[in-house]
């Protein structure tokens, strides 16, 4: 595969530009389109070798396609991510002050929570906080999904969470802002909000969910693997990868 950056390589960070975020399914799809419209060879195996080649260009501009993973159901995922503003400032051109304190707020609830969540009755009670322009509840309730839609928030059951997109492209921020009440996955040692957590008292490690399944599959006696203690919780079904699972 040539090192040289190319027309195909072109398309894919222009789709990328317009999407911010695409899961590997879609990635892999994605590449296997622009080598093919651009008449350049396809490697399956070599995406982050082709992502690698637009990011070395990306570079003096301080963006990079980043690679994470979703503590929802474990896929990888890929995101286009701006490198010189690491924190919320990044969103003031599409949200007002007011707005981003609120988003402030809520990642707060969401970090000093065990389970990674935030409920839209702590978030609409953290509103009456605010130190900026008051927002009424419709307003709050609209911003919520607004930041669902801008993929910066995930929503399940009236219950919030730090989507995929903001976590890959605020790890920096979030690791710095919280790092005394942020931990890492035993596992993966990526970030880890939506997880389970060993209950000994001098251990107290997390993994992930999707960490969990695959770590605990087919073991007759989950364990601690950090303290070797009995692991209590129930152990997720590991999920299928996004292509398996339309076939």
Not at 74 to 86: D, H, P, S
Not at 123 to 150: F, G, Q
């Amino acid at each position: 595969m040539s090192r040289q950056m190319g027309d195909s390589h072109r398309r894919f960070l222009q789709i990328m530009m317009v999407n911010g975020i695409v899961d590997e399914h879609e990635a892999r799809t994605l590449y296997q389109h622009c080598c093919e419209r651009h008449n350049t060879q396809h490697v399956p195996d070599k995406l982050d070798e082709f992502i690698d080649i637009i990011n070395s260009k990306l570079q003096p501009m301080f963006m990079q396609i980043r690679k994470g993973m979703s503590e929802d159901n474990g896929q990888q995922y890929y995101a286009l991510v701006n490198m010189a503003e690491t924190d919320v400032t990044r969103m003031s051109s599409d949200y007002a002050d007011n707005e981003l304190e609120l988003f402030r707020k809520t990642m707060d609830l969401i970090v000093n929570t065990e389970n990674g969540k935030a409920s839209s009755t702590d978030i609409l009670n953290s509103a009456d906080t605010m130190t900026t322009k008051k927002l009424k509840k419709s307003e709050t309730e609209h911003l919520l999904n607004r930041l669902v839609s801008d993929k910066w928030l995930s929503e399940k059951r009236g219950e919030y969470t730090l989507s995929t997109r903001c976590i890959i492209e605020m790890e920096p921020y979030i690791r710095t802002m919280y790092q005394d009440q942020v931990k890492v996955c035993h596992i993966c040692h990526n970030i880890a909000f939506q997880c389970q957590i060993c209950e000994k008292p001098t251990c107290g490690i997390k993994i992930h969910n999707p960490c969990v399944a695959r770590y605990f599959k087919g073991r007759a006696e989950p364990r601690c693997p950090a303290c070797d203690d009995f692991w209590p919780h129930e152990i997720p079904e590991v999920r299928r990868p996004h292509s398996q699972s339309r076939r």
